[in-house]
């Protein structure tokens, strides 16, 4: 079965950073576009940040563009997503995810998520 499992989320101040990265078993990463996604409370599912199948295209939310970036170790089955100057506003959970085909950011076309990992941003 197909797990994503994601990790390296915490308590950060604002202006600080954090990497976090996706494990994912079951399915070969080359076949997939991924991406992150996060939900905070009392508010929907956001798209973050998505990279293609071989990293040759990366996309992001207007939100976060200019101070996260996304990248992939397809041979190792791993994501990562480098989130710099961060602020209160990106305080959330943050989702892994993964479909078969790329560039379609609406989380309800993805089949493939993580159980998330909690960001805390204070100020």
């Known amino acids: 079965q197909v797990q994503l499992v994601e990790s390296g989320g915490g308590l950060v101040q604002a202006g600080g950073s954090l990497r976090l990265s996706c494990a994912a078993s079951?399915?070969?990463?080359?076949?997939?576009?991924m991406g992150w996604f996060r939900q905070a409370p009392g508010a929907g599912r956001e798209f973050v940040a998505g990279i293609s199948w071989n990293g040759g295209t990366t996309n992001f939310g207007n939100s976060v563009k200019g101070r996260f970036t996304i990248s992939r170790d397809n041979a190792n089955n791993m994501m990562y997503m480098q989130m710099n100057s961060l602020e209160p506003e990106d305080t959330a959970v943050y989702y892994c995810?993964?479909?078969?085909?790329?560039?379609?950011?609406?989380?309800?076309?993805?089949?493939?998520w993580g159980r998330g990992t909690q960001v805390t941003v204070s100020s």
């Open positions: 995810a993964a479909r078969a085909s790329g560039m379609v950011h609406n989380p309800e076309t993805y089949p493939h």
């Open positions: 079951g399915l070969n990463l080359w076949n997939y576009y």
